[in-house]
């Protein structure tokens, strides 16, 4: 190719460039630039105007203190390399937690943690102590017999028990 032509073409490419933008000013000035924002949001909670959002331990610690402050939600190994049955997994401990907060319906106070062990599942909890004592017990059995025979594996639960939500609240935001 000639240089003069290469040329050519950039004064064309200037001239069209100009045109456009004088006939279109708003164009040009909607475009806004800013710094990047080195924040991490994710998993932390909104400090509310009156700071009246009770928080347990759990949730007051921030997810980038996961194994220095708090523990992980769900103990297993299938999450390794090489691990077998990952996502039936994922979707049997969000099944326990879906099947906990509904069969003790407004009695959990905190996160529920899910221990597998070989073939065994320990699911821990804080619950509220609302209701009779025989009824807390029908539905301990009750918990424990449905999952053990849904998931075909020895179920146990390890509930902690406290007088109210206030108990277990760590701090207001």
């Not at 933008?21 to 475009?31: G, R, V, W």
Request: charged residues 20%.
């Amino acid at each position: 190719m000639n240089f003069s032509v290469i040329k050519l073409a950039q004064v064309n490419l200037i001239q069209n460039a100009s045109i456009i933008t004088k006939n279109a000013p708003l164009l040009a000035s909607q475009f806004h630039t800013s710094t990047a924002l080195c924040r991490v949001v994710s998993g932390k909670y909104r400090i509310t105007k009156r700071r009246d959002k009770p928080l347990t331990y759990e949730m007051a610690n921030p997810p980038h203190y996961i194994a220095h402050r708090k523990t992980w939600n769900s103990w297993n190994t299938s999450n390794l390399k090489d691990g077998v049955r990952r996502s039936e997994t994922a979707l049997e401990d969000e099944f326990i937690r879906r099947f906990m907060n509904g069969t003790w319906h407004g009695l959990v106070c905190s996160e529920i943690i899910i221990k597998r062990q070989f073939n065994h599942i320990r699911v821990a909890a804080i619950i509220r102590r609302a209701v009779s004592p025989t009824k807390m017990y029908f539905l301990l059995g009750y918990s424990e017999e449905l999952m053990a025979n849904w998931l075909q594996c020895p179920v146990t639960l390890e509930l902690q028990t406290v007088d109210s939500f206030k108990d277990v609240v760590f701090k207001y935001i």
